[in-house]
């Protein structure tokens, strides 16, 4: 089964620019996280979907950060206007809630997103 | 809310040592536990966890973690560790029937010299 997939694997752009992150979790999976990881401030959790609704985006930075899942097999992360402190690495996670479930998370291979 | 505390952030070994890293917790009800394994350069994956039963769980690649409720803790071991285990470790808690949403600790970074 293929896992989590996230494109693009590397971006590298200006300052000032649009970059849109994107996510296809796994096939049967209900929730999907995003997250941001930087040697300063660790992994972060950005926002978290459900049944594709946003239920926590309380750890968005700002509101240049938008997220969207349009579907439940795919998702958006976008920054608009980046900013070179945006540059980190994203992470895409997704898991099955629900009876039984135990919230193990499977995360996809991350977007190393640099903004000069 | 809950908490994972981390202790140790870098901890260098040389190959065939003992590997102990450090979890705490802070959530007064039931909990699922992890500990995720990064790689240099790769994704988080799961290494074990934790949800109920046999408090002693064992993972991949000769790993292992014990549960002690009354401690709050889930520490991870390895009798004796590779170069190849070289990589960052994470412990996470999720809330069994709560928000699903794991909190992760800071992490810990493992060197292991050959």
């Known amino acids: 089964d293929a896992g989590v997939i996230q494109s693009p694997r590397h971006e590298v752009t200006e300052m000032g620019q649009e970059v849109t992150l994107r996510c296809k979790p796994i096939s049967g999976h209900n929730s999907l996280f995003w997250y941001r990881q930087t040697m300063m401030r660790g992994l972060e959790l950005l926002i978290y979907f459900n049944n594709n609704v946003p239920i926590d985006d309380s750890g968005m930075p700002e509101d240049r950060f938008s997220a969207k899942m349009p579907n439940a097999s795919f998702s958006t992360l976008k920054i608009q206007p980046s900013e070179p402190r945006d540059s980190a690495v994203y992470f895409c996670?997704?898991?099955?809630?629900?009876?039984?479930?135990?919230?193990?998370?499977?995360f996809g291979e991350g977007s190393r997103l640099t903004v000069l | 809310a809950q908490s994972v505390s981390q202790h140790n952030h870098h901890v260098i070994l040389s190959e065939a040592a003992s590997l102990e890293l450090g979890c705490n917790y802070s959530y007064g009800g039931t909990v699922n536990l992890f500990w995720y394994v990064q790689y240099p350069g790769q994704h988080l994956q799961l290494l074990l966890k934790?949800?109920?039963?046999?408090?002693l769980v064992k993972g991949i690649k000769g790993f292992e973690a014990e549960f002690i409720k009354s401690k709050f803790s889930f520490n991870l071991r390895k009798p004796s560790v590779q170069w190849s285990d070289t990589a960052e470790y994470f412990c996470a808690v999720t809330s069994s029937g709560g928000s699903y949403i794991p909190t992760f600790g800071r992490g810990t970074s493992l060197i292991v010299h050959p």
């Open positions: 934790y949800f109920s039963g046999d408090p």
């Open positions: 996670a997704s898991s099955l809630r629900g009876g039984g479930s135990t919230g193990e998370l499977f």
